[in-house]
């Protein structure tokens, strides 16, 4: 069955530490793997996704394919950085551009 | 480019009516739709995947005759909740992809409260 699992609903850190997103997740064939974020009293979009492996407002994740695991990371983390995070690997074959939502983390970076 | 808007914002209605909520693509071809339900401090789950021109593709669990999803155009699609309930007080929100894309575009949800 597919699975995806935020271990953290909350997370809290200060301004200017590192700070890394938990996401497992358990998948039949080779699913793409994004991350979303939803900021205070905005929409739901897209912040990265494994395959353009591009750094976003400075986070990055690495795609694990033998622990299964998509963490996002930031080295510094900033004020404007908290938000609700959402990891989300997107379909098998049959299944086209169909996402599954983890459960989500709460980021609050404190100053 | 790639905005997604959804009306109304918000509603709130009467046990037993029907409400409708629209999702458009303001500025491209949306092929494929995706209606998710989110409550409360949850996460998003999908409810049903609408492709234009033909039947939406339902959740295991959700009800298809509760929550009717049109998909009429390729910039429209609706989901209409028929009867509704208080249990079904959420906050729907979609989502639009082009033929082929792997990014989804969402809109701004709506929230529905049913008294």
């Known amino acids: 069955a597919q699975r995806v699992t935020q271990p953290e609903k909350l997370l809290s850190v200060f301004k200017g530490a590192p700070v890394e997103l938990k996401c497992n997740y358990s998948?039949?064939?080779?699913?793409?793997l994004f991350w979303y974020v939803q900021y205070s009293r905005q929409r739901l979009q897209l912040l990265l996704r494994?395959?353009s492996r591009e750094s976003i407002k400075g986070f990055t994740a690495d795609l694990n394919k033998g622990e299964t695991s998509f963490h996002l990371k930031k080295p510094f983390a900033q004020e404007e950085d908290s938000a609700m995070y959402y990891c989300a690997p997107q379909g098998e074959e049959t299944s086209g551009s169909r996402l599954t939502f983890g459960e989500g983390t709460q980021l609050t970076v404190n100053p | 480019g790639a905005v997604v808007s959804q009306h109304p914002s918000w509603v709130i209605c009467k046990s037993g009516t029907s409400v409708k909520i629209e999702c458009r693509s303001l500025d491209f071809q949306a092929t494929t739709m995706f209606w998710y339900r989110q409550f409360p401090k949850q996460s998003l789950m999908l409810m049903a995947t609408?492709?234009?021109?033909?039947?939406?593709?339902?959740e295991q669990g959700v009800e298809k005759d509760k929550f009717l999803i049109n998909h009429a155009s390729l910039t429209l699609s609706t989901l209409t909740v028929t009867s509704a309930h208080p249990e079904d007080s959420s906050f729907y929100i979609c989502?639009?992809?082009?033929?082929?894309?792997?990014?989804?575009?969402f809109g701004p949800g709506t929230r529905l409260l049913v008294l």
């Open positions: 998948y039949s064939g080779s699913p793409e």
């Open positions: 609408s492709n234009e021109g033909s039947k939406a593709t339902y």
């Open positions: 494994h395959i």
């Open positions: 989502s639009a992809t082009t033929q082929g894309g792997e990014t989804q575009y």
